[in-house]
């Protein structure tokens, strides 16, 4: 069980797969599907901080010492900011929410970052979207294996 469990964890770190892939792979090698959902869940949230941190770290540290990266980083702000007024933190959750690549806590974080929103109201929102995005997952996952097992 703990070798299913790690590659759970692993394929939800990952930047592409996220819990779209840990949820099904979790529940397709049978573990319990709690086990499998919560721990997606907990993992793909915890995901938040060494990007949002190490973003901020390697901006501090190094890239912001050329004029070029500080122009992109206001550029960003400056453009994405009359997106972030209208959609606000439900946006970035809805964003996060929705189970397809390039849509999850990677890169959802890195927005935040970029966007230079808050980081406390940035990890609730990424919270929020990853219970949505686990919720489809889980319900599409579920139902195939079910199905799977009438046949």
Do not use: H
């Amino acid at each position: 069980m703990w070798n299913e469990l790690l590659t759970v964890i692993f394929l939800t770190m990952l930047p592409i797969a996220e819990l779209r892939g840990g949820i099904p792979v979790g529940l397709a090698l049978g573990l319990s599907p709690w086990i499998v959902i919560l721990t997606a869940i907990i993992v793909n949230c915890l995901v938040f901080f060494p990007i949002y941190f190490i973003l901020d770290i390697f901006y501090d540290r190094f890239f912001s010492r050329f004029a070029w990266t500080r122009k992109l980083i206001d550029n960003v702000q400056r453009r994405g900011g009359k997106y972030v007024e209208k959609y606000g933190i439900i946006g970035l959750a809805l964003f996060v929410g929705i189970p397809l690549p390039v849509t999850g806590v990677w890169t959802g974080t890195g927005a935040a970052w970029f966007l230079g929103l808050d980081w406390k109201r940035s990890f609730l929102a990424i919270c929020l979207g990853v219970l949505i995005s686990s919720t489809i997952v889980s319900i599409i996952s579920l139902g195939i294996i079910n199905g799977f097992a009438s046949v």
